[in-house]
């Protein structure tokens, strides 16, 4: 019986959502993108709207991971470390970005789910690599709520992100 038994469904279900949830994303930029957008509004997409597709790609990628018919959990949990530390670089390269654009000025939600929830679920997908090394079910744990926090997270801003140009951009430019 392998340590990742049961597990199955929750990243089916999650894995699933997320690739779903990626081809929507790509479905409405697409039905947006008749409005050209100036560098600025460009610029603005890099800080608020790529981050989305980055983290539904995250727990896509953790769901094929975790899926995978694995002979050793350490190589699983080494995984789960190198793409939790990749997602806080990314969550600097967000806010790098967010502090550059001059299009919107973020409030705190914005902070909260494009910055201090992402890199808390990076942080946790990081942490769990570690406690793997002495348990690895407490470990599955942190890396299916970081998961879940991703999604959710990406659920939030992609519909931040489509409100903001369907209520705000369409009806200032339109």
Do not use: C
Not at 141 to 160: K, P, S, T, Y
């Amino acid at each position: 019986m392998s340590v990742f038994d049961g597990w199955e469904n929750f990243y089916v279900i999650v894995g699933s959502s997320a690739g779903a949830l990626i081809g929507l994303q790509f479905v409405v930029i697409t039905l947006i993108a008749s409005k050209p957008l100036g560098r600025g509004e460009a610029q603005a997409g890099g800080a608020f709207a790529t981050p989305s597709v980055v983290h539904f790609g995250v727990v896509l990628v953790l769901s094929a991971i975790v899926s995978a018919p694995w002979d050793e959990p350490l190589i699983v949990a080494a995984l789960w470390g190198v793409v939790g530390l990749l997602g806080v670089a990314y969550v600097v390269i967000v806010t790098r970005r967010m502090r550059m654009q001059r299009v919107y000025e973020p409030v705190f939600e914005d902070w909260l789910f494009h910055v201090l929830l992402p890199v808390a679920a990076y942080a946790i997908l990081a942490i769990s690599a570690y406690v793997a090394l002495y348990s690895v079910r407490p470990a599955l744990f942190l890396v299916g709520g970081a998961a879940l926090m991703l999604l959710v997270i990406g659920i939030h801003n992609a519909w931040d992100a489509v409100t903001y140009q369907v209520f705000v951009r369409l009806r200032r430019d339109g």
